[in-house]
């Protein structure tokens, strides 16, 4: 069947249109054709029946009067009756009396009577009990042709053969036209999904003409284009969101080398001496693969132009990289830096005028003292023993 599944559906439709049709009509003449040939044989078999009982009433005379003679002068009318090829008399035991044929080319007769009437291929042997008066006087056995019962049925079926050749032609135009109602639909949908395909233009909308199951399958058909279409917008946003990043955004495979990078990641590479197609520099090189093999973030901090960047190494084992991805912590380096010293200059203040200081954590109960509480309240660095 792999050559049908390779046909259009047009041509699917029409030969499944043809093979239901014609084998409709074979099995319809082929039933009516049984009933027809049977029809034939009983025809032909009532009338020969009747032929032979008045054959038979005719010579009842012959052979109560023992007449031979007569009774050959009565078969010999057979003649006058072409379809009946010979007919025989036969006495009350079953021997035959005479018999008259009308051709040379049949059997002879079997010398013995048989009480049934027979079909063969050519010949129709049909036998008549010679009675008068409910008296039997013996059997009257007709051979039949059939050839005129075979060139009818013939007729019958050669007429068949044409009115067949003449149904195909009248099929096959209105299997044509029927299946452009099932099958222009579906191949209009095929033309519209390869014109999406060649301009990726996923805000077309195909027409529906129907509200059958090719309309409600246009329907869908719409709905998942405007899905793709919502999708298509939501990727080409999250592809520009790397790009548009003010910080820096990398990608770099295995082997250490930059898949990706935005424009502000220009600065980094330049400050790593990265040439383009290469692995990384040995130190971020092995730094990428501590971070593939502990399958963790790493973050390092490093210094580039004017401003520090904190890069986080991220790790995506199933594909096979790692995305970097930068911050600038230029002002938060620097308000470290500005708070130390701060810290700094008031501690230097606090030891030259010699103040005290203590705080007090209400979380964990504890006080911390500097060294100068110690000297000024000349309290012990031991916890005073409670009384």
């Avoid at 009338?47 to 009433?57: D, P, R, T, V």
């Avoid at 051979?143 to 019962?149: G, H």
């Avoid at 730094?287 to 093999?293: A, I």
């Amino acid at each position: 069947m792999n050559w049908f599944n390779n046909l259009s559906i047009k041509r699917k439709l029409i030969l499944l249109i043809f093979g239901i049709t014609i084998l409709a009509q074979i099995v319809a003449f082929s039933i009516l054709s049984l009933e027809y040939k049977n029809h034939l044989k009983k025809e032909l078999l009532d009338q020969s029946k009747i032929q032979a009982k008045l054959i038979g009433e005719y010579c009842v005379s012959p052979l109560v009067f023992d007449d031979l003679e007569g009774l050959n002068r009565i078969l010999k009318k057979i003649e006058e009756l072409p379809f009946i090829l010979s007919a025989a008399v036969y006495d009350q035991k079953g021997d035959l009396i005479t018999y008259h044929k009308n051709t040379e080319e049949l059997e002879p007769l079997p010398p013995n009577e048989i009480h049934e009437d027979i079909y063969t291929q050519k010949i129709l042997h049909v036998r008549e009990a010679i009675n008068h008066n409910d008296i039997e006087y013996g059997q009257i056995h007709l051979r039949v042709s059939t050839e005129n019962q075979r060139k009818e049925f013939t007729q019958h079926i050669m007429l068949f053969a044409l009115i067949l050749a003449g149904s195909l032609i009248l099929i096959f135009v209105i299997a044509s036209s029927m299946q452009r109602i099932i099958s222009e639909p579906i191949v209009k949908l095929a033309a519209f999904t390869d014109e999406i395909s060649r301009t990726t233009d996923f805000s077309l909308q195909i027409q529906k003409q129907s509200e059958d199951e090719t309309g409600k399958l246009y329907d869908n058909f719409n709905n998942m284009i405007r899905q793709i279409k919502i999708k298509q917008e939501e990727m080409e946003k999250l592809a520009k969101f790397p790009a548009e990043n003010p910080n820096p955004v990398l990608r770099i495979s295995k082997e250490g080398v930059v898949l990706y990078h935005n424009i502000a990641s220009n600065s980094l590479l330049k400050q790593w001496q990265y040439q383009e197609g290469q692995p990384l520099p040995d130190k971020w090189f092995q730094l990428m693969n501590e971070t593939v093999k502990d399958n963790i973030i790493k973050i390092v901090e490093t210094e580039v132009d004017d401003k520090v960047l904190s890069l986080a190494f991220t790790p995506i084992i199933d594909k096979e990289f790692v995305n970097v991805y930068g911050f600038d912590i230029t002002e938060r380096k620097q308000a470290e830096d500005a708070l130390r010293t701060s810290e700094s200059q008031l501690s230097n203040a606090m030891e030259i005028a010699r103040l005290a200081y203590w705080e007090y954590d209400v979380d964990t109960d504890l006080f911390t003292f500097n060294d100068h509480f110690y000297d000024i309240f000349r309290t012990p660095l031991k916890k005073p023993e409670v009384i």
